[in-house]
T-cell receptor, first 113, second 114 residues
Framework: GENVEQHPSTLSVQEGDSAVIKCTYSDSASNYFPWYKQELGKGPQLIIDIRSNVGEKKDQRIAVTLNKTAKHFSLHITETQPEDSAVYFCAAPRETSGSRLTFGEGTQLTVNP | EPEVTQTPSHQVTQMGQEVILRCVPISNHLYFYWYRQILGQKVEFLVSFYNNEISEKSEIFDDQFSVERPDGSNFTLKIRSTKLEDSAMYFC????????????FGAGTRLSVL
């Protein structure tokens, strides 16, 4: 089945700096890669996703890059703000089974003012 | 904006008791999911549901678990005889289509088994 690894587990940056979180996946058939943000006491909220037919997608300060050959994808947050502090999860579907998402271990991002 | 709603937000129960967690998915969605998250750990898939039947379940989803869509709006997760290790956040999610489509998550139900 799909195995998703996420690094780092914790990341602390100064406000205004960039943050990068990386994930690798094992199932070469996976073709959809969402990123979720989870704030304390809340459910995961989708912030950006990418499909395998593109290598990069950007939405304001957030971007995701995908390298299908290497089977890894990354989340990039620029000009970080304190409200970006949260746990971020990458995920990938297990294509042999359909829609089930396998999540990474999560990254606790702290943006220091 | 439409959202997935879950009730209750916190459920406390005694070990061995049955609990039912409730979810109202987004109204035009056809695929429904339950995930759980043990404190401090990653989100884990439990079960997916489509066309009034389970489409996939994980190894966590044993005979103690069941799901049901009792009417046109609710989607429930039942745990028949709760164990201490069932204590976790349980998230419901829904999507318009299956694989490769955005799954929208509810705020979760915190289940505490004493």
């Amino acid at each position: 089945g799909e195995n998703v690894e996420q690094h780092p587990s914790t990341l602390s940056v100064q406000e205004g700096d960039s943050a990068v979180i990386k994930c690798t996946y094992s199932d070469s058939a996976s073709n959809y890669f969402p990123w979720y943000k989870q704030e304390l006491g809340k459910g995961p909220q989708l912030i950006i996703d990418i499909r395998s037919n593109v290598g990069e997608k950007k939405d304001q300060r957030i971007a995701v890059t995908l390298n299908k050959t290497a089977k890894h994808f990354s989340l990039h947050i620029t000009e970080t703000q304190p409200e970006d502090s949260a746990v971020y999860f990458c995920a990938a579907p297990r294509e042999t089974s359909g829609s089930r998402l396998t999540f990474g271990e999560g990254t606790q991002l702290t943006v220091n003012p | 904006e439409p959202e997935v709603t879950q009730t209750p937000s916190h459920q406390v129960t005694q070990m061995g008791q049955e609990v039912i967690l409730r979810c109202v998915p987004i109204s035009n969605h056809l695929y429904f999911y339950w995930y759980r998250q043990i404190l401090g750990q990653k989100v884990e898939f439990l079960v997916s549901f489509y066309n009034n039947e389970i489409s996939e379940k994980s190894e966590i989803f044993d005979d103690q678990f069941s799901v049901e869509r009792p009417d046109g709006s609710n989607f429930t997760l039942k745990i028949r005889s709760t164990k201490l290790e069932d204590s976790a956040m349980y998230f419901c999610a829904s999507s318009t289509q299956g694989a490769g489509n955005i799954q929208y998550f509810g705020a979760g139900t915190r289940l505490s088994v004493l």
